[in-house]
């Protein structure tokens, strides 16, 4: 028997359009999975189809073996967090957690919410109103109230793309420690790959419905299935080896390889191959220079500053070995 859950060959069509194309996908107990896509890829379609929420087309979804299709959303035992938590505005912090817990005895619930509140760093948070929170907190409350009827798996819809860069970083270590933590079980949407790599056991990479790849972070960054995963994680140029080992490179590829160049495969080196900058852009942690590869192919390399010069010496480091 498969454990956990179980997408196989799922297919969610919206009249004409075909949102999920025959996915299958495996989420193993204990273990994250993100989907990561562009918007429209499917994501959401596929978690609320996980959900209970969306009705399939064709395919079956599974926990345990269990086909869940016969089981109504709240039977299902997943807990939900979207993008804008949906607290619900009257009741308190601690309410709100307590929500899912029901069945058990006033003294339990309160210690569940306790730890709960703990667990998320919001220790005496409890007699809040949602509105007195900020959208952080409000996020790290859904979180606390979807787990603390302990569900079998969690489902989280962009939980975090309401708020700003900074704190999205912060909030998804916060997230991938208390995950782990728990040792629940989730499966994470993000448009974000940065996220996804910091939240997720293996990501998921969807392109208009279907499934692209799936694989540990790592192992998407160095050995991309094809050149639209490749390109989609980031590496917008793609070099043979001769022309790799011209800007440095001291690895091989096999026959009917190419490398491809991401953000941070060439590197500023005195001693490297010069090359023309075509443009330089201010991003949250560094300047990105466009540069001009000797074929004419444009990559990026990061600077700490502003460079004062028409061209700058950079080495190839490293890169992902793609089908050619
Ligand atoms: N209720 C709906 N009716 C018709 N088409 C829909 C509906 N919901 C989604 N779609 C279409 O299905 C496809 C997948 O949408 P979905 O929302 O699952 O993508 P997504 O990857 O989650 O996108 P985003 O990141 O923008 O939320 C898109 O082409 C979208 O236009």
Redo the contacts with the bound molecule.
């Keep these: 028997m498969v454990t956990g859950l179980e997408v196989r060959g799922v297919t969610v069509r919206?009249?004409d359009?075909v949102?999920?194309d025959d996915v299958s996908l495996h989420v193993e107990p204990g273990t994250v999975v993100a989907l990561l896509?562009?918007?429209?890829?499917?994501?959401?379609?596929?978690?609320?189809a996980v959900a209970g929420l969306q009705p399939l087309t064709s395919g079956a979804i599974a926990w345990d073996g269990e086909d869940l299709a016969p089981v109504k959303v709240h039977k299902r035992n997943f807990g939900l967090v979207f993008q804008d938590g949906q607290l619900f505005p009257t009741m308190d912090v601690a309410r709100n957690i307590a929500y899912g817990l029901g069945k058990l005895p006033k003294d339990q619930q309160r210690a569940r919410v306790a730890e709960m509140l703990e667990l998320v760093g919001l220790a005496g948070y409890g007699d809040r109103k949602p509105t007195e929170l900020s959208g952080g907190q409000a996020q790290r409350v859904a979180l606390a109230r979807s787990l603390a009827p302990s569900p079998r798996a969690i489902l989280l819809?962009?939980p975090l793309s309401a708020l700003d860069t900074g704190l999205r970083r912060r909030l998804a270590d916060d997230l991938a420690r208390i995950l782990r933590e728990t040792g629940t079980t989730a499966v994470h949407?993000t448009?974000d790959h940065q996220e996804a790599y910091t939240v997720a056991d293996r990501v998921a990479v969807?392109h208009e419905?279907r499934l692209l790849q799936v694989d540990a972070p790592e192992a998407l960054r160095e050995r991309p299935h094809n050149r639209q995963v490749a390109a989609f994680l980031g590496y917008r140029a793609f070099v043979v080896e001769a022309e790799a080992h011209r800007l440095g490179w001291t690895g091989r590829l096999a026959t009917g390889e190419v490398l491809g160049i991401g953000p941070a495969s060439l590197q500023l080196d005195p001693a490297g191959v010069e090359l023309p900058i075509l443009d330089q852009t201010l991003t949250l942690d560094d300047v990105e220079l466009k540069v001009a590869l000797p074929d004419g192919q444009t990559a990026t390399v990061a600077s700490p500053s502003k460079l004062d010069a028409t061209s700058v010496r950079v080495t190839l480091m490293g890169g992902a070995v793609v089908p050619a």
């Excluded at 896509?37 to 609320?48: E, F, H, Q, V």
């Design positions: 919206y009249g359009t949102a999920v896509g562009a918007s429209g890829s499917g994501k959401s379609t596929l978690l609320r819809d962009e949407v448009h969807l419905g």
